[in-house]
Structures are given as structure tokens and as C-alpha cells.
């Protein structure tokens, strides 16, 4: 009896670590980072220019801020109508067997791919094939809005085919019986009921995209100054980009390693909130195969 | 008229399926072909050279490797605990909702806000270091939403008729945990722990911040050791690739091994995954 | 002279709308439907009857080739007006909106209740609100259910209780203006109040339109049909008028199943 107990505390001691950590890992970064929040000020934000070995250093994120949302938004606006289509095909047209377990496993290794290799292969791939066709550097949005794309379209898959294989099937029978089409049924019946569903999984994807380092990083471009971008073959510099690239030169305590810890801070209200959302769309919905 | 926009439709989610499949593949042999001549008895034993443009990454592999099952050592018990505990004993209350959903957000928490938060609160805050340690334990806060899902999941699956099974033969709940449960649950959590392998010798930015770019010439031993894994090492080489045909095959190298080393964990635990959730749920799943 | 003028009235009455020859159906290796020869006369009330799993909702679904959809294998002919549906010349869609199908649990779709009866027609590219608000109206007439949506034509249809969901379901059927309305089991999930609305509903609407309901409740096939099929283990045991079948059964399977031996 006495093990009975134990062994209840300790397990219930494993599952509350999740919410001691991420208390930790926010109470230290936003540690880090407020003194800079605060002695910049919502410049931090607003601000044009970053320029850490300045004097006095500025630390303006908006271009930086710019160059995530228009990554980030290439990259959804790429990988939803492809994952929402695959996802259509996983749930609706495909018979099972093999060829289905092929595709969903592929999917699943793509998601976790390293990011590292995902992102070499787009700087000695994709940069010099996009300088070569549109001119310019190669690196750009553009370069990373693909390879993010790549890197979110398993997740759409996966989690809109979910929410489409969970429309009941007689709905689908109600439709035909009335003389539909498949396509009309998909379109008409299947695809409102799943709407909640493949809303959260193009929120997690955006989630997923803006926090991603390594790959955008390598074919970006981040530019010495990061300045707004005007098309889509600028470079530019992003949220995380930035902290990785200045990480190794800023000095432990300074204001620039302070300002990093900063963005890092934004990046975690980002981050939560966007969970926050498709958690509520989802409501609860222990969902099997999200990756 | 309506039949060949069907089939148009349907043709078109068909292609959009294979494109998951299609990258990878392609991918795959990009890099086997650009690097496959890099790789050699003395690329894997050997060390790097002026500054990885030339060499071998020995150090690199060894460090990836003992990172990441040092990260694991430690991310799998407290994750099966967690899922063992969510999927047996938690009440359906707020508390379990409030656990739930901040598993969740763990999950979604940026790698790289992870590795600043390692980078003051265990290399700097416990006074760790740049070192295998500081690393292995980034990793794990960054691996174990996963680990706790996944190990929550197989519980789950496992019938209740076995459980009844068990209780109804005098055994208590944790004996019946323990001899059964766990038993049953073994193939997919072990897959699934296999897949966080994976995750974890693939991350970056957690590792470079938390266990340093190691120490050149030096193979890590000791955990306070500060070392550099595969990705780290792609990644440092990747930014210096001189246009020289050397650097660009080492990159190339590292590149494959590194995807050698993800796909050996991987493929395996995808391919039992598959197979062990077919044999439970039939083509549904 | 009498006796011969019923029979001669009765005979020409009794057009077959839809006929099978030798339909045979398979769901994977199951072999549900064997050799079946049937009729279905032309605005009658036909009453398939048989004891569970014996394949009276496989037949029905055979009618409006639902069973694709389903993935059975399906060999035979089946004559709709002396067209085989089952043609490559004939497109499956057109058949579902001429044989029309209620089943056995009430399916409202996820929508209003106008959206509801207003489906079949939008899909069949009628968007004139007029025409719409017209038929939606009717066929919710029809089925008794105008008076007491019309004030909320708009609320999801997952608001009203089983017995209207299902008379809803009727009524999005007819929207579409099938010439045969089949029905499977349609009131064996409803409470007797209901049942009785909807039954006294099919034999309203079978002055119109030809009525297939598959029942397992003999009562029910005596209330409602005027004519029966008698189907056991995927054969067609018997068929015929429906007075004479069940006070004079031919065969012995049909009298023990009648008197409720099994069911």
C-alpha cells in the first residue's frame, strides 16, 4: 500500500515538472531580459536600428520583427494549401495499406529532420539556384519562406488530417445519398465540420515557424543592419536569427547579451500565445499523432 | 463534366500528398550524392583541421552521441513517469487540465528561448559551464513534452481488459502498472523514445549554447567537458566554406553522417510504429 | 367476374419502378446479397422484412448505389425504369437524386435547418434565394415540420428532437424530387409518438412517390406495406402483395418469421 502511494507522488511529481520548467525557464529569461525592456523602452520594439556596438548601443527590433511575420507568412501561405490538400487526400481518397503508412511516415521524418540539414542544403542548393534566376544575393524571404514551408507542411498534414478523419462518416453518406459529389461533399460538408481543426494546425504551424532558427538562419542573409524589407528578395534578419548570430560575440551581463534575452522574451509571449489559441480551438482534444 | 473535375481533384490532393515524400527523397540524395565521397575511414576517426575546413569530426560524432543519450538518460524516466501518471492515476480535474497544458506549452516553447535559458541558468546560474552536462539537460527540457506524449499515449492504448485482467487476480495497481502495462506499452514507447533520439541529435541551437563548440583536438571524457556535436560542427564549418572544394565536401560529409546518424534512429522506430499501430488498429489509424 | 376485374386492375397497376436480376453483392468476402430477384411497383409502399444481418439495408443501398461508396462489390443488374443503373453510361449522382434515402439514425448535416432541406438543391446549382425559400418551405410542409420550425429556420438542426430530425431528413430527401424515397429502419431509433407521425407520413407521401422501407418489425411492415419482400441470409425468400403474404405465406421460413419465431 505504502508503494502505492509513493509511486502516485512520484509520477505526479514527473508531471508537475513540466510546469515548474517552463515557470524557470520564463522567470529566468524575462530576468535577463527586463533590464534592457527597461531601460529602452518600447524602442525595443519600435525602433529601426540595431546597432549593439553603437555608442550608445540601440537596440530597434522592427525590422527585425518584419523580416519574422514576412518569413513566417511566405511560409505558411506555401505550406497551407499543399497540407490542407495532402491532409484531404490522407483522410479521404486514399484506400489505407501501404501507400498510406508511406506517406504518413514520410511526413513524420520530415518533421523532425534536423533544421541544420534542412537549412545546408537550402544555402548550397536554394541560395545560388534563387541568385541565379532572379539575380541578387539568393539569400532572401524568399529563401527562407521555402525552406520554412518545408519544415511546417508535415505539421498542417498532420494535424488537419486528424481533424478531417474525425468528421463523423455519416455525414458524408447524408451528402451523397442527396446526390453530391465527393468533392462537393469534401467541400460543403467535410471541410466546414473540420474548420476548427485545420484552423489550430495553420496556428501551430505559424507558432512553429516564427520560433525556428537553424534553417531560416543559413539562407536568410542577415544583413550587419537589418533594414525593412521591400520585396521579397531582400535579406533579412529575423527574432531568432539574430540571437544565434550575435550570441557568440556578445559578452555575458552586457546590454547586447541582455537585448538578446529580450528577444528571446518575445519570442516566448509569441510562441505562448499562438499555443494558447489553437489549445483553445482544439479544446482538449488529445490528438494521436500531433507531432 | 462533373466526373473529370473529380478526378482532377483528387489527382491534385494525390501530388500534394507525395510532396512530403518527394522532399525527403530528394534531400536524401542530394546529400548522399554531394558527400558521399567525403566520407571515409579517416573523415569518421579522424580530427578537424584548420578549423574543420579539412579533417575528419571524430570529436563531433562522439560528442552527439554522448550528449544526446545523456539527454535521454534523464528525459525518458521523467517523461514515462509523467505519462504513467497522466494516463493512470490523474483525476479529471482542473489540475490535470492546468498539467496538460503547460506539457503543451513546453512543447511549443522556441528551441532557442531554450538555449538562452540554459545558457544562464546552467552554464552560468548552477556555474555548469559550457559542458556535455549543461547540454544534456537543455535537451531534455526541450525533449520531454515529447517524451511525456508519447509515453502517455502507449499507456492509453493498452486495453483496459488487460488491467481488469490483472486487479481481478489480487495484483495491485502498480504491480499491475509494472508486469503488465508497461509490458504491453513497451514497443511504443521505446519507438517513441527513439524518435526524440532523433529530435535530440538533430538540435542546434539548444547545444551550441549550453555545451560550448568544444575544445579543439580533444575528444570529451568528462561531462563538465564543453563539446560539439554534428549539427553544431555543420553549422560553424557551414558559415566559414571557403570557396575551396575541400571545405564544401566536409560540410557535405558532416551533413550526411549527421542524416546517417537521424535516419538510423528513425526510420527503424517510424517503421515499428507503423506496424505495431496497424496491428492494434487495422487500416483506421 | 369481379375476382378477374381486381386481379386485371391490380396487374396493371402494379408497374414495377425498379426490378434486380440476379444481384449479388460482396463486402470483402462476405457474400450479403445472393442471387436476388426482386420488383419494387411504382408508388406502393414496399416493406423489405427480415431478420437482422440478413441484408435488407444492403439491398436498399444497392438501389441508389450508396454501396461504392461503401466499397461492396456489386455484380447484377438493377433496373430503374428499364435503365440498368449500374451502366458505365449511368452517372451515380443522377441516381441518388431520383432514388432517394433516409437512414436508419437521423443525420442532420451540420447546419441550419433551412441549410439543411436547401443542401440537395444548391448542390444541384439552384442559388435563387426565391426558388430556395419556395421548395425548402414545401417539402418542410410535406413532412409536418413547417409549423413548428418556421419561426427558426435558422437554428442548427441538431436542435430538434430525434422525431424531427428525422422528418428532416424526409423532407431534405424530397427536396431534390426523387421518384422513389427509401428508407432504412427509419423509425426504429424514435419513440412511439414519433413513429407513428412518420409512419402515417409514408403512406401520405406514397400517393407520389415509391416508398421502400426496410424494417426488422413485422407489426410495422403489416401497418405499412402493400407489398413485402421477405429476405433471410441474403436471399429473397418471398415476395409479393402484402395482404396475401402475410395471411397466406408460402413459404414456412416466412410463417415463422411472421408469427415472430425469430427475428
Same mark, same amino acid.
Given at each position: ?35 534592457v ?33 514576412? &518569413? ?14 495532402a491532409?484531404?487526400?490522407l483522410?479521404?481518397?486514399s ?9 504518413? #511516415? ?5 518533421v523532425?529532420?534536423?533544421?541544420? &540539414? ?10 545560388? +539556384? ?15 519562406g ?5 519544415? +511546417? ?7 488537419s ?31 466546414p ?10 496556428i ?14 543559413? &539562407? ?20 531568432? #536569427? ?50 | ?31 548522399l ?32 552521441i554522448?550528449?544526446s ?29 492546468? &498539467? ?34 549543461s ?7 526541450m ?70 563548440m ?51 534512429v ?20 | ?5 381486381t386481379?386485371?386492375?391490380?396487374a396493371l ?23 436476388v ?8 409502399? $414496399? ?27 456489386v ?34 448535416l451540420?447546419m ?12 444541384g ?24 420550425v ?50 402515417e ?8 412517390? $415509391? ?53
Open positions: 500500500m505504502k508503494t502505492e502511494g509513493l509511486i502516485k507522488t512520484l509520477t505526479f511529481l514527473c508531471a508537475g515538472s513540466s510546469i515548474l520548467i517552463v515557470f524557470l525557464i520564463f522567470g529566468y529569461t524575462l530576468l535577463e531580459g527586463l533590464p525592456l527597461i531601460k529602452y523602452g518600447p524602442s525595443v520594439l519600435t525602433g529601426l536600428y540595431w546597432k549593439p556596438y553603437a555608442d550608445p548601443p540601440q537596440f530597434g527590433l522592427l525590422p527585425t520583427i518584419i523580416g519574422t511575420l514576412s &518569413v513566417s507568412g511566405l511560409a505558411i501561405s506555401m505550406a497551407t494549401p499543399i497540407g490542407i490538400f491532409a484531404i487526400y483522410a479521404e481518397y484506400g489505407g495499406g501501404f501507400l498510406k503508412s508511406f506517406i504518413e #511516415s514520410a511526413a513524420q521524418l520530415l523532425s529532420i534536423p533544421s541544420v &540539414v534542412l537549412g545546408f542544403i537550402g544555402l548550397v542548393f536554394l541560395v545560388p +539556384t534563387l541568385a541565379k534566376f532572379f539575380g541578387g544575393w539568393g539569400f532572401s524571404i524568399l529563401a527562407g521555402i525552406v520554412l514551408a518545408i519544415m +511546417t507542411l508535415p505539421h498542417i498534414i498532420c494535424i488530417s486528424d481533424a478531417i478523419k474525425a468528421v463523423p462518416r455519416d455525414y458524408r453518406y447524408a451528402s451523397l445519398a442527396l446526390g453530391a459529389s465527393k468533392w462537393q461533399t469534401i467541400r460543403k460538408v467535410v471541410l465540420a473540420a474548420k476548427s481543426g485545420i484552423l489550430a494546425s495553420i501551430l504551424g505559424l507558432g512553429n515557424a516564427i520560433g525556428e532558427t537553424m534553417a531560416v538562419l543559413m &539562407v536568410i542573409g542577415n544583413p550587419e543592419v537589418p533594414y525593412i524589407p521591400t520585396s521579397i528578395l531582400d535579406r533579412v534578419r529575423v527574432l531568432t #536569427s539574430t540571437i544565434v548570430i550575435e550570441f557568440n560575440y556578445a559578452v555575458w551581463g552586457s546590454d547586447q547579451m541582455r537585448a538578446l534575452f529580450a528577444i528571446g522574451v518575445i519570442l516566448f509571449i509569441i510562441t505562448a500565445v499562438v499555443n494558447l489559441l489553437a489549445f483553445h480551438i482544439l479544446r482538449g482534444r488529445i490528438h494521436a499523432k500531433k507531432i | 463534366m462533373q466526373r473529370r473535375s473529380e478526378i482532377l481533384i483528387e489527382a491534385l490532393t494525390w501530388v500534394a500528398s507525395f510532396i512530403p515524400a518527394i522532399l525527403a527523397g530528394a534531400m536524401i540524395s542530394f546529400l550524392f554531394n558527400g558521399a565521397s567525403a566520407v571515409s575511414w579517416k573523415f569518421i576517426t579522424g580530427f578537424p583541421e584548420k578549423g574543420g575546413l579539412e579533417g575528419g569530426i571524430l570529436p563531433a560524432i562522439i560528442g552527439s554522448y550528449i543519450a545523456l539527454c535521454m538518460l534523464m528525459a525518458a524516466p521523467i517523461g514515462i513517469g509523467a505519462g504513467t501518471y497522466l494516463a493512470e492515476y490523474a483525476p479529471e480535474n482542473l489540475f490535470t487540465k492546468v &498539467v496538460r497544458f503547460f506539457v503543451e506549452l513546453l512543447a511549443g516553447i522556441p528551441s532557442i528561448v531554450i538555449g538562452l535559458f540554459g545558457y544562464v541558468f546552467l552554464v552560468h546560474g548552477l556555474g555548469l559551464g559550457f559542458s556535455i552536462l547540454g544534456a539537460i537543455a535537451l531534455a527540457f525533449i520531454l513534452p515529447w517524451t511525456v506524449r508519447v509515453s502517455e499515449e502507449a499507456i492509453r492504448a493498452v486495453p483496459r481488459d488487460y488491467r481488469y485482467a490483472s486487479l481481478a487476480l489480487g495484483a495491485s495497481k502498480w504491480k499491475t502498472i509494472r508486469t503488465v502495462v508497461y509490458v504491453a506499452a513497451r514497443p511504443a514507447i521505446i519507438t517513441g523514445l527513439m524518435l526524440g533520439l532523433g529530435k535530440a541529435i538533430g538540435e542546434t541551437a539548444v547545444v551550441m549554447m549550453t555545451a560550448g568544444g575544445i579543439t583536438g580533444y575528444i570529451p571524457v568528462s561531462p563538465l567537458d564543453s563539446a560539439r556535436t554534428l549539427p553544431v560542427h555543420l553549422y560553424l564549418i557551414a558559415g566559414e566554406i571557403a570557396n575551396t572544394s575541400e571545405s564544401l565536401k566536409m560540410a557535405y560529409g558532416t551533413a550526411l553522417v549527421l542524416l546517417a546518424l537521424f535516419l538510423m528513425s526510420i527503424p522506430s517510424l517503421m515499428l510504429r507503423n506496424y505495431f499501430t496497424r496491428r492494434l488498429y487495422g487500416d483506421a489509424g | 367476374m369481379q375476382v378477374k376485374k386481379l386485371l386492375r391490380r397497376e402494379y408497374k414495377p419502378i425498379l426490378k434486380s436480376e440476379k444481384l449479388n453483392v460482396w463486402y470483402g468476402r462476405v457474400h450479403a446479397l445472393k442471387d430477384d426482386m420488383i419494387i411497383p411504382s408508388k406502393r409502399i $414496399t416493406a423489405i422484412m427480415g431478420p437482422s444481418g440478413c441484408g435488407k439495408s444492403t439491398l436498399l443501398k444497392a438501389f441508389n448505389r450508396l454501396l461504392e461508396a461503401e466499397g461492396a462489390r455484380e447484377g443488374k438493377v433496373y430503374f425504369h428499364d435503365v440498368d443503373i449500374y451502366s458505365d453510361s449511368v452517372d451515380p449522382y443522377v441516381v441518388r437524386r431520383k432514388i432517394g434515402m433516409v437512414f436508419q439514425k437521423p443525420i442532420p451540420p441550419s435547418i433551412y441549410d439543411n432541406v436547401a443542401y440537395g438543391l444548391r448542390i446549382g439552384v442559388k435563387d434565394r426565391r426558388v430556395l425559400d419556395k421548395i425548402v418551405r414545401e417539402n418542410l410542409e410535406k413532412v409536418g415540420l413547417w409549423d413548428e418556421k419561426d427558426r429556420l435558422r437554428d442548427s438542426a441538431f436542435n430538434l428532437s430525434g422525431g424531427q430530425q428525422q422528418r428532416l431528413c424526409i423532407a431534405r430527401a424530397l427536396a431534390v424530387e426523387p421518384e422513389v424515397l427509401l428508407l432504412d429502419e427509419p423509425t426504429s431509433s424514435l419513440d412511439p409518438a414519433s413513429t407513428k407521425r412518420i409512419e407520413l409514408l403512406k401520405r407521401l406514397s400517393r407520389d412517390y $415509391t416508398i421502400v422501407v426496410v424494417t426488422h418489425n413485422v407489426h410495422q411492415a403489416m401497418r405499412l406495406a402493400e407489398h413485402v419482400i421477405f429476405i433471410f441470409e441474403g436471399r429473397v425468400v418471398e415476395q409479393g402483395e402484402a395482404e396475401r403474404i402475410f395471411k397466406n405465406p408460402k413459404s414456412i421460413l416466412t410463417r415463422a418469421y411472421i408469427k415472430g419465431d425469430f427475428s
